[in-house]
């Protein structure tokens, strides 16, 4: 393993532990400081919306850079600082303020991709080979973490974030150098009127859309889904470790399974076992019967992302993918994270943990439709030849 490899390896896993740590529990702890689950679906959307605003600034700044580390190194100096601000208030616009800065702190995200990227092709490795260690960590993490904050609580989480930041700010200056990738050659609005005029890609934008944000539901209440109907705490983690251990060998197969049964059928099967899961949650059925219907999670999240964004990089316009790639990021990833927290928080608050998986179900479904009327339409003829549909 080359020292690139070996160090953005380490990175991602480091990364995701402190992600592992926190993330999954971040509604835990601000609902035991008394925030009813509305106002925390509410700040959760505000960082998703902050997300938006900045990723495409702090992209701006790294083409300007002469070395895309000095940004991450910043994100990850800034980040815990803003995250301790959820322990230093209880009341909500504070925390608002908290959600929107923490979220442009930690919007510096995608050009660590870019430096994997940007290495990988120098030195002869995929983005997967490092990638997986992102997902392995965060599997393993996330079931420690459940039975640890059950013992000392979810403050010591503060702690944790910190000094894994402090390892991350260390490796920072091991990555190799990187100088900010070429911006496009294409007049930006053009490009985004280009892709805003394909009504195939647009359709299918939409779809994902509809079935992320259950997704977000999903993943941002999953921790008072247990809480309200009084499952061990101590057995939140291992919900998101199942589900993170089957992602890996399906992003392996992921390729091979395409080329086999094609993207849309890939498709549809991911969005029918999401909407299977929800169904079979809605029903209580035990904390045992949750943490192992995580499979379908697992396989189904990893199938749709792999998918989804091949099939958008078929569907673009001639020399617009990358503008459709962020179109696809902003609707389908940060709006639907958007719609999803606040939805899923007004929900969990008004109608409780059952109805509201029942209501995940009904969108899970409506993408289910979606994506066979795409199908049945004929709209991923569409997609580039390059890529082989059914």
């Given at each position: 393993?080359?020292?690139g490899?070996?160090?953005?390896?380490?990175?991602y896993?480091?990364?995701?532990?402190?992600?592992?740590?926190?993330?999954?529990?971040?509604?835990?702890?601000?609902?035991?400081?008394g925030?009813?689950?509305?106002?925390?679906?509410?700040?959760?959307?505000?960082?998703?919306?902050?997300?938006?605003?900045?990723?495409?600034?702090?992209?701006?700044?790294?083409?300007?850079?002469?070395?895309?580390?000095?940004?991450?190194?910043?994100?990850?100096i800034f980040?815990?600082?803003?995250?301790?601000?959820?322990g230093l208030?209880?009341?909500?616009?504070?925390?608002?303020?908290?959600?929107?800065?923490?979220?442009?702190a930690?919007?510096?995200?995608?050009?660590l991709?870019?430096?994997?990227?940007?290495?990988?092709t120098?030195?002869?490795?995929?983005?997967?080979?490092?990638?997986?260690?992102?997902?392995?960590?965060?599997?393993?993490?996330t079931?420690?973490?459940?039975?640890?904050?059950?013992?000392?609580?979810?403050?010591?989480?503060f702690?944790?974030?910190?000094?894994?930041?402090?390892?991350?700010?260390?490796?920072?200056?091991?990555?190799?150098?990187?100088?900010?990738?070429?911006?496009?050659?294409?007049n930006?609005?053009?490009?985004?009127?280009?892709?805003?005029?394909?009504?195939?890609?647009?359709?299918?934008?939409?779809?994902?859309?509809?079935?992320?944000?259950?997704?977000?539901?999903?993943f941002?209440?999953?921790?008072?889904?247990?809480?309200?109907?009084h499952?061990?705490?101590?057995?939140?983690?291992?919900?998101f470790?199942?589900?993170?251990?089957?992602?890996?060998?399906?992003?392996y197969?992921?390729?091979?399974?395409?080329?086999?049964?094609?993207?849309?059928r890939?498709?549809?099967?991911?969005?029918?076992?999401y909407?299977?899961?929800?169904?079979?949650?809605?029903?209580?059925?035990?904390?045992?019967?949750?943490?192992?219907?995580q499979?379908l999670?697992?396989?189904?999240?990893?199938?749709?992302w792999?998918?989804?964004?091949?099939?958008?990089?078929?569907?673009?316009?001639?020399?617009?993918?990358?503008?459709?790639?962020?179109?696809?990021?902003?609707?389908?990833?940060?709006?639907?994270?958007?719609?999803?927290?606040?939805?899923?928080?007004?929900?969990?608050?008004?109608?409780?943990?059952?109805?509201?998986?029942?209501?995940?179900?009904?969108?899970?479904?409506?993408?289910?439709?979606?994506?066979?009327?795409?199908?049945?339409?004929?709209?991923?003829?569409?997609?580039?030849p390059?890529?082989?549909?059914?």
């Open positions: 393993m080359r020292w490899q070996r160090i953005f390896s380490f990175y896993f480091v990364y995701f532990v402190a992600m592992a740590a926190t993330q999954p529990f971040v509604t835990l702890y601000l609902n035991s400081k925030i009813n689950s509305t106002d925390i679906g509410f700040l959760l959307a505000v960082g998703s919306g902050a997300g938006i605003v900045a990723q495409p600034i702090l992209g701006y700044v790294n083409d300007l850079a002469h070395d895309s580390r000095r940004i991450l190194l910043l994100s990850v980040s815990p600082v803003m995250f301790a601000g959820y208030w209880h009341r909500f616009w504070p925390l608002f303020a908290v959600s929107v800065l923490l979220a442009v930690q919007s510096a995200a995608p050009i991709d870019a430096m994997a990227v940007q290495e990988g120098r030195s002869g490795f995929s983005y997967g080979q490092i990638r997986l260690w992102g997902a392995l960590s965060f599997a393993l993490t079931m420690v973490a459940g039975y640890v904050y059950n013992i000392v609580g979810t403050s010591s989480f702690f944790v974030y910190g000094a894994l930041s402090l390892i991350l700010v260390w490796t920072t200056f091991y990555l190799p150098r990187s100088t900010a990738l070429s911006r496009p050659q294409e930006l609005f053009r490009g985004i009127w280009k892709v805003l005029s394909n009504p195939s890609l647009l359709f299918f934008i939409a779809i994902c859309f509809v079935l992320s944000t259950s997704i977000s539901i999903n941002s209440f999953l921790p008072l889904y247990y809480q309200d109907l499952y061990p705490m101590g057995w939140v983690g291992l919900n470790t199942v589900a993170a251990l089957v992602e890996v060998p399906f992003f197969l992921s390729g091979k399974i395409l080329a086999r049964v094609g993207p849309m890939v498709v549809i099967l991911a969005s029918l076992l909407t299977v899961k929800y169904v079979i949650m809605a029903f209580a059925p035990g904390a045992v019967a949750v943490i192992v219907i499979v999670d697992g396989t189904a999240y990893a199938l749709y792999s998918t989804g964004v091949q099939l958008v990089a078929a569907l673009a316009p001639p020399r617009r993918t990358a503008t459709a790639q962020t179109l696809y990021g902003a609707i389908a990833g940060s709006l639907s994270n958007i719609v999803g927290s606040s939805l899923g928080g007004f929900l969990l608050q008004h109608v409780g943990p059952s109805n509201l998986y029942f209501v995940t179900a009904g969108i899970g479904t409506l993408s289910l439709v979606g994506f066979l009327v795409f199908t049945r339409l004929g709209l991923h003829k569409a997609a580039s390059l890529t082989t549909l059914p």
